[in-house]
């Protein structure tokens, strides 16, 4: 077993190389906007996530689950009472049922004509109310999955449908600034509320002594509050702000211990969400503003949570608020969506939380456990980098608002702006912190700053000073400069700039020390060895580069990217690399080897951020699809799984050989198969077929999908290798016979198997279709030509052959054929025969057989003599013919066209027909002229040989004549006369010709 890889750096410390990085937590998009309920007995939120919905704890902010939709936004949803469904509705009028602990879409519907906005459920679960676009309401028995109401007149998109706490009573708002107020018992409409002058975005109800109340508030900044029996307005408070939501809090909960009073009183508090971006706590009936809590900015929308008793809220930029209702301060804050992560980096002395830098103007400071952030105002545009010190109580950011800024913590964890520099005339791309920075109060900081300006600025900063002061100011590439970083002892620092160069320059003087020239595209990031005097590229050309500093010459360069490399670090005292791309992967390289030791991959995004813990454990990068992701070092954890992992396996082939050494093939096969050991399964399923197939039927009835799946794999395999393909023919011949179409359906990957299985088996089929066709062929061809003199070899057996050929010909109406290797003729008396010479009637088209009054005696049986070939009485009585539809069936063109081939010479033919005659009987199926036949030159005579071929046609009363020499090369023709019983005259030789001329 292969060990850790370990270095020994020059103090003498050994280190274990990193091998694997282990996803340990994603930080991603969760909720984009628009609905965002919460579970009336879970702590789970359910949000919109752009086509699905995320369901999310609500004590972390992780993911649990996601609950896709179709291709279009999720326009609404609403969770049942009990929390057993949750109903979906997206834009395109499709309503999905949702059981939504399982992730299982129980039923779908087309509610509306048009997208449903808003929906409802009522105290008992069964009633939904949906509001759409098409002006109309609908209530459903969600449970049975039919409509019960359909309420029209309503003038607009109906904006929200809520169901009175208490009584069968809908409510709805649409954008004609009304609220209407519907019977469910008589389906008729019970009034409309006219008061406000712009959409109404949220009602509430409540009861101030004997008097029902309803709390509306609008877009049109005013607060109403309704007398419900006289259908008027008791109170109208304004806001001075866009309401987008309004929230009646419990009777049953103290705030700051005024709530008795007020509830002596007949009055009750309500919030108010606006576009100011504050929480707003009115009174009634004094209509006071009794508590305000600020926000990082707009709210969008506002609810209560029964369960946590807290408040919910959500900002424009997609952030979840929790506050408590006591001290009503903010107690968690989820991020839904990072849009795009641009930087990230380690913050804290325990390095426990991250700053991220996103499109936006603010900086989110994450706690990495617990995912609660918290932001950092002060920039007023997008923050575009940032870097911290060692002590991790110190953090630069750099903006496109030209400016830099300090910040620290203090010691309740709380960050604040400290300091500001500017001076940049364009955005400020790249910040660095001296990286002899520490925790002294008194420490002096050296501050780099790199800007799209091309300049490169230095800053001193103090801890107390509420400005940053510049040192000098350089001009330091052509374009823009992406990023910059101090040297381990701050002496030296290293710029990367688009203009394809990464410059190096003494810090103290700002003089330039080298330029290291190489990289093909611009260079995204540059960082320093801790250890050695070498420092690495990464640039846009999909190359890592490192450099060594004595003579600014690459040293080593690193391939493996399919685009950009956005960031590289050093890892393992420098002996490793870590490595960023736009491909969204992360490649761990090791430096002495140049090799790729492993590739993570989480993203789907470029990869612009990565950051990389002080005790090197923990890894954190940051991406384009606005995910983040948390990686922690498991070298020591995979180690020891792989070991562990290997002892096991070593048992179990022991366990795997014992089986097979028993002859419990059975148990050895589905061992083997957890094993994936393809060869000892082919060599168990050898062994099966042989000894017993039911064991190989039991063997596929107890196999699951899974593991039928990984034997069809390897049938694959093997049959596409002519060793095995026996083997694997036979078990796919089991499989097809002995499993349920039903169930090889179910099979994962059988749609991609069974091509792959098709076109591998009718090739097999093809061949050997094509090898009986053609043994077949020489079998009736040896059979025919009555070759005894070559051996009682049963090499073609051509007897089998032929008698397949007589059956079908009994069955087409000829005289009778025995089966078996017999030919049909049958015996007459040998004198008769000695003077009746052997024929052979060729009927063009009709190919019927005909059989003179002889006993069946087999042509090419085992008994067969040399002198019963030989013999003319016998040829005499031979009058065996076949039709043609015989010939169809075991010949096609070209194998008659071989069958012809007479090795160079021109046959004619004395006397009566001998079997060789037969042959013409071809020239229908072939195609061929009735008198020319057209051969080949090597079958017989490869078959025979030249002196048994000559032996052989003498014997059949047959001429032949030599060929000139110059025609050997063309292709000869075997004249035959099938029309006449005499002998066609001779035609003389040239040899004949000369000798008379001579003479």
Known sequence: MKPLSTVRTPDGQVLHLKTCLAQEKKISVFYTGGPLVAANSSAVFFCACDTVVSIIDANTGSMIRELAGDTEPVMSFAVSPDDSILVVASRSRQVRVFDWNTGVCIRSFKAHDGPIVSMDFDKTGTLLATGSADATIKVWDIKKGFC???????????????????????????TDCHIRWWSLLTSKPLGVLQGHNSL?????????????????????????????????????????????????????????????????????????????GVLRVIEYPSGKTVHEAPCPSKLVGCFWDERSKQLVSTTFDNTLLLHDIGSFQRTKQFVGSYDEVIDVKFIGEEQTHIAVATNIEHIQVVDVQTLDSNLLQGHTDIVMCLDVAKDGLTLVSGAKDNTIRVWQADEDGVWDCVATGSGHAADVTTVTLTAAGTADPSQMYHILSGSRDCTLKLWTFATGDASLETVYTRKAHEKDINDAAFSPNGKIAITAGQDRLAKLWKVSTGDAIGTLKGHKRGIWQACFSPIDQVAATASADATIKLWALADFTCVKTFEGHDSSVLGVRFLCRGVQLLSAGADGLLKLWNIRTTELVRTMDAHEGRVWALAVAHDEHTVVTGSQDGSIVVWKDATLEEDAARRAEEDTRVVRVQELSNLIAHEDYMAAAQLALELSHPFSLLRVLKTMLQRNAGELRQ???????????????????????????????????????????????EVPHIDTLVPTLVAYSERHFRRLGTLQQRVRLLDYTWAEMRISDVGQSTAFGAAQT??????????????????????????????????????????????????????????????TTDSAVDNPAADAAETTRLPSTAYRKILSVEDARDVMCVAGRRITHEGSRGNLGQLLLLHEHAGLDQDRIRVKKTLLKTLLGADKLTTLLESKHLVVEETPAEEDDAMDVAQVDAASATPPKRKRTTRQRKAKSHD
Request: hydrophobic fraction near 40%; include cysteine; glycine fraction near 8%.
């Open 148 to 174: 019960t109401h359909n309420f029209t007149g309503s003038g607009g998109v109906v904006s929200s449908v809520v169901f009175h706490p208490e009584r069968l009573e809908l409510f709805s708002c649409s």
């Open 802 to 863: 032929l008698s397949e050929a007589q059956s079908h010909a009994e069955e087409t109406s000829a005289p009778s054929l025995r089966s078996g290797t017999e030919v049909a003729q049958e015996p007459t008396d040998t004198s008769a025969t000695e003077q009746q010479p052997k024929r052979r009637r060729m009927e063009t088209g009709a190919a019927a057989a005909e059989a003179s009054d002889s006993e069946p005696r087999s042509v090419a049986a085992e008994g």
């Open 699 to 745: 063997l596929l009835h107890d196999l699951s999908s899974a593991k039928l799946s990984e034997l069809l794999g390897y049938l694959q395999d093997w049959n596409s290798n002519s060793r095995h393909c026996l083997v694997a023919q036979s078990v796919l011949g089991a499989v097809l016979r002995h499993v349920r179409p039903a169930r090889l359906l």
């Open 200 to 276: 109404v975005r949220g009602i509430g109800f409540v009861h101030s002594g004997d008097t029902e109340l309803l709390v509306s508030g609008g877009r049109d900044n005013v607060v109403l509050i309704w007398d419900l029996e006289s259908q008027s307005i008791v109170s109208t408070f304004p806001v001075f702000e866009t309401v987008e939501a309004v929230v009646l809090l419990p009777m049953s909960e103290e705030f700051e211990g005024k709530r008795k009073k007020v509830v002596a009183k007949g009055g009750f508090y309500f919030v108010v969400a606006g576009d100011k």
